[in-house]
Structure formats: C-alpha cells, structure tokens
C-alpha cells in the first residue's frame, strides 16, 4: 500500500446557491477515527439530498462531514483503531461500497466500519457507487417501516428516479406487485422494463388509475418522495390497511384538506422517515440485511443498479444541473479514479 498523502482534492460550497457554488480545492485528509474506516473514493453517487444540503435547506447531522456526497465506492487505505472489534475480518485494500454521513465528493473519505459492504459481485466501481443511499433507503423504508412482503401491492412515486429504480426492482424480487408513477413516455417505458406497472402522471389521474388496475382495492403501500401536494390523494389511493411511507418533500411540507376520517375508517398507517440522522448501529442493521438477502440477487443479476450518466470529478457542477433537469433515468455518478 503505497503511502497516503497528507491533501486530497475535495468540494466545497463557498456559499448556499445554484450549482455554481461549488469548488473543487485542497484540504487534509480526514483520519479514522475508533470504528471508522478511510477509503479512496473511485466513485460517488449524486443524490437529491445533495442538491438541498448545497442550497442551505438540509444541512449535515452534529458531527459528520460539512461536504457533500452520501454514498462512495472505493477501496480501504487507512484504519481506525480497534477496528477488528467493529468489523472483523476489514482489511486494507478492500474494495467496498457505503454509505456515508458525508464527505463522499473528495478523494478520501472516512466512513463508520458498519456501513460498509463488500464490492458486490459482477459490479464495477460506478455501478457499486450508485447504490448505498438508494438501496439502504428503500430497504429501511420498505421492509422496516411499512414491512412490506410477498402479494402486496406498491406504488412507487417517481419510478425513475434512483431510490424509484432501486425499489421496483427490490419490490419485484420480493414478490410483491408494484405500480409506479413518471412523467413521460420514455420513463413510463423504463419502469415497464424494470418490472412495474406505469402511469404517466402528466397524463392520468393515478389514483383513478389505481383503482382501476386493482379492481377497486387500492395500494398496500406507498413509497411517496412528493409529499403534501399528493397526501390526500395518497390516502385515496391505499386499500384497507394500506400504509404510506413519506421519504422526501419534493411537493411540499404541508398538506391541506386531509380527510382524517379515512385514516381511521380504513385503518391506514401514515408515517414519515429520513436516513442520514439515525445511528450508525441502525445504518449497520440495514448493512447486514442488505448484504445477506440483496447482494446476492446483484450478484446473480437479478436487481442491477442504473446509471444514467457518469461526470468527472471536474464536473460535479454539470452533474448537479442534470440532477436539479430531472430528465435522468436512474443514478448519476461521479468518477474519481482519474484522482487516483
């Protein structure tokens, strides 16, 4: 293992704004602190919650990184002490793929040991970045909030994007039936080849849509990353039982008109969930049940991640319009291996 180097290349947002706020410049490379690990990053995935941290609107939790970047793929060069307590068996020049709490756009990043997975098989470095903060996502929510399992019914609002394209394919392997939500025909299309049932939403009421594909029942579950523009017309949509899972505020933070009613005559479970706050122990949690039931289906070539477009490192600021267009189908990411 050749020896690190004291500055890494990393980027900074001078100042809250558009995509332009961004600069790319020096700065110490981060140690490892007890239970953490630090990788070179080959490539970083680029999420929506990036796109609001760099306007000022969804800052960082106390104690992790000020720097953008949620999700990392790359290989171990340095770690913490007593790390063998934490994860037995890491070793240096690992390559791996996680999660983080920040610090994923630089080219070194330390990382709690229990968000970290292995490579997974028959995956590169850009596949793997695009998939912590999605997959971690739509498992957390999915099978630990609205305990999804085998026959239900899901809509998927945004199916397109990377936590939608993550969760029909998840959804899929695990048997449930799933419904997603886009805005043109191309990306209807995507969601068809992936294994959902689309609606354009430009085009069609989704939960008359709804009711008609189900006979009249509903959705089982909702993963909603719009939030109080579509709330009521959510509830609408569940069947009896149903549950409605809210992960991003895309349309909004309030809700008016909510039939409260229907919530208890129809027994539905509401509930709402972000990932970057929790513990590193319920990260690690997450970690272990996506290793054990998910890489394997990766590994098969059963769920694969999909990658829209890759930047360079130099052009994170391209990447971040692309984002903010929302043309994408899939994940965009960012490639550092020409840092390396």
């Known amino acids: 293992m ?19 706020v961004m600069q790319i410049r020096e ?13 070179r990053v080959h490539a970083a995935g680029v999420n929506r919650p990036d796109i609001m941290q760099r306007k000022g609107l969804y800052p960082p939790p106390p104690g992790a990184s000020p720097l953008l970047g949620l999700e990392i793929s790359g290989e171990i060069v340095g770690l913490g002490p007593d790390i063998g307590k934490v994860l037995p ?16 756009y630089a080219e070194y990043c330390v990382v709690p ?11 590169d470095m850009i596949q793997a970045a695009a998939l912590p903060e999605t997959f971690f996502t739509v498992w957390s929510n999915l099978f630990l909030t609205a305990h999804i399992k085998a026959g239900d019914r899901i809509l998927v609002h945004g199916g397109t994007g990377g936590i939608g394209t993550a969760a029909i394919q998840i ?19 995507a969601c068809e080849n992936l294994g959902a049932r689309s609606i354009n939403y430009r085009d069609e009421d989704f939960v008359e849509r709804i009711h008609e594909m189900t006979d009249g029942q509903g959705v089982d579950i909702i993963l909603d990353m719009i939030g109080g523009s579509y709330c009521e017309r959510n509830l609408k949509a569940l069947a ?11 349309g909004g933070a309030k809700a008016d008109g909510i039939n409260l009613a229907r919530i208890m005559t129809r027994r ?11 513990s590193s122990e319920y ?4 970690a272990k049940s996506l290793y054990e039931k998910v890489w394997p289906l990766i590994a098969v070539g059963e769920i694969r991640p999909l990658v829209h477009d890759v930047f360079a490192f130099d052009d994170v600021v391209d990447a971040h319009k692309l984002m903010e267009e929302g043309s994408h189908i899939g994940k965009i990411v960012l490639d550092l291996s020409s840092s390396l």
Request: glycine residues 12%; neutral net charge.
């Open 240 to 250: 009896l039982d149903g549950r409605l899972v809210i992960i991003a505020l895309q």
């Open 113 to 123: 040991a229990t968000q970290v997975l292995p490579l997974p098989e028959n995956l």
């Open 27 to 39: 700065m110490p490379l981060p140690e490892p602190a007890q239970g953490e690990v630090l990788v």
């Open 171 to 189: 959804a899929r392997a695990f048997g449930a039936e799933v419904f997603a939500t886009a805005g043109t025909a191309e990306k209807c299309q």
């Open 89 to 104: 068996g890491v070793a240096l020049g690992q390559k791996v793929c996680a999660l983080v709490n920040g610090g994923g």
């Open 2 to 20: 050749s020896r690190l180097p004291e500055n890494m290349r990393a980027v900074i947002v001078a100042e809250p704004g558009g995509p332009e």
């Open 268 to 278: 539905l479970h509401v509930t709402g969930t972000t990932l970057r706050p929790r």
């Open 283 to 286: 990260k690690g949690d997450v």
